[in-house]
């Protein structure tokens, strides 16, 4: 029973359920970016090149011969995902950048004076009333 409960106290740890829901949303973002670009991106750089598809582009190695169907490398599918990869990686710097600004102002931000323990205070009151019977 040892090994079934070091894996529970690794499973339900703070951290592994923050690492879970930070990997379900960065999938869902991952999906939104895709649509963004496919959808909204993409059709306007292809209007600027021409008219072009992306998604239609491809480099064809080898015709369809008879029921085998052709043989192709979809280039312009890669670079969708390439201009996909890249929207994430800037859009993560910047949460980055804005939460370690934030942190650096809450660094920065004086710390208000802790009070003084009781027994020190205490103490005070105590060497003020010694000093005012002499």
Do not use: Q, R, W
């Given at each position: 029973m040892g090994m079934?409960?070091?894996?529970?106290?690794?499973?339900?740890?703070?951290?592994?359920v923050d690492m879970a829901v930070g990997i379900i949303i960065g999938v869902a973002f991952g999906k939104i970016i895709?649509?963004?670009?496919?959808?909204?991106?993409?059709?306007?750089?292809?209007?600027?090149?021409g008219g072009v598809d992306f998604s239609g582009l491809v480099f064809i190695v080898k015709e369809a011969a008879g029921e085998a169907p052709a043989v192709v490398i979809?280039?312009?599918?890669?670079i969708q995902t390439l201009?996909?990869?890249i929207i994430i990686a800037f859009a993560i710097f910047m949460a980055v950048k804005a939460m370690n600004?934030?942190?650096?102002?809450?660094e920065e931000a004086?710390?208000?004076p802790a009070a003084p323990p009781k027994e020190e205070v205490l103490l005070a009151e105590i060497r003020d009333l010694l000093r005012e019977r002499k």
């Open positions: 079934m409960k070091e894996f529970k106290e690794f499973a339900v740890k703070g951290n592994v895709s649509s963004f670009v496919a959808d909204v991106i993409m059709p306007p750089i292809g209007v600027l090149l979809s280039y312009g599918k890669f201009i996909d990869f600004s934030l942190k650096k102002k809450e004086p710390a208000a």
